[in-house]
T-cell receptor
Framework: QKEVEQDPGPLSVPEGAIVSLNCTYSNSAFQYFMWYRQYSRKGPELLMY????GNKEDGRFTAQVDKSSKYISLFIRDSQPSDSATYLCAFLMFSGGYNKLIFGAGTRLAVHP | GAVVSQHPSWVICKSGTSVKIECRSLDFQATTMFWYRQFPKQSLMLMATSNEGSKATYEQGVEKDKFLINHASLTLSTLTVTSAHPEDSSFYICSARGRGGETQYFGPGTRLLVL
């Protein structure tokens, strides 16, 4: 079993739709849960992070964590064409005295006008 | 957020040559820097972690003699791909983290093409 499972998509939605992106994980040592956005040929950009179960909202984005099910989600409301990118879930763990970030494979999202 | 730069943004080289990629934290001191490799349509794979003034810690399967990492200052880390081969062609991304922080800030990446 992989440490992190993320559906690679692609996911195509019309402008204005609500998008749901999900990841499951197996490592209970993960302590921080993050979502990155990566545009084509660019480095990842941190969108949101949290460390506890529940919801965290930032504008049109809501990050949801369910530690008991080892499941995290990112919801995008009122999606825009500019949201078209690859979304990577990431998990931070402390190992051997340093932090290690484990990425999902990324979900490619296309929002069409 | 914090700014991390990489140079060059892309490079083409002949097989057998060495290529150096620079990663700089522009507005904070990066006590730890990370180097990732990303193949097309795949996720980021951590290659190595380096703390300022210390030797880098390499992930399993990454050749330390081929991918030389130097983190000589709190704002600069370099990755040198020695004797590059076509299979080393990839997107190399660095990230940096400041003292006591959990957040890694990523550079824009360097695209390497080895002919």
């Amino acid at each position: 079993q992989k440490e992190v499972e993320q559906d690679p998509g692609p996911l195509s939605v019309p402008e204005g739709a609500i998008v749901s992106l999900n990841c499951t994980y197996s490592n209970s040592a993960f302590q921080y849960f993050m979502w990155y956005r990566q545009y084509s040929r660019k480095g990842p950009e941190l969108l949101m992070y949290t460390y506890s179960s529940g919801n965290k909202e930032d504008g049109r984005f809501t990050a949801q964590v369910d530690k008991s099910s080892k499941y995290i989600s990112l919801f995008i409301r009122d999606s825009q064409p500019s949201d078209s990118a690859t979304y990577l879930c990431a998990f931070l763990m402390f190992s051997g005295g340093y932090n290690k970030l484990i990425f999902g494979a990324g979900t490619r999202l296309a929002v069409h006008p | 957020g914090a700014v991390v730069s990489q140079h060059p943004s892309w490079v083409i080289c002949k097989s057998g040559t060495s290529v150096k990629i620079e990663c700089r934290s522009l507005d904070f001191q990066a006590t730890t820097m990370f180097w990732y490799r990303q193949f097309p349509k795949q996720s980021l794979m951590l290659m190595a972690t380096s703390n300022e003034g210390s030797k880098a810690t390499y992930e399993q399967g990454v050749e330390k003699d081929k991918f030389l990492i130097n983190h000589a200052s709190l704002t600069l880390s370099t990755l040198t791909v020695t004797s590059a081969h076509p299979e080393d062609s990839s997107f190399y991304i660095c990230s940096a983290r400041g003292r006591g922080g959990e957040t890694q800030y990523f550079g824009p990446g360097t695209r390497l093409l080895v002919l």
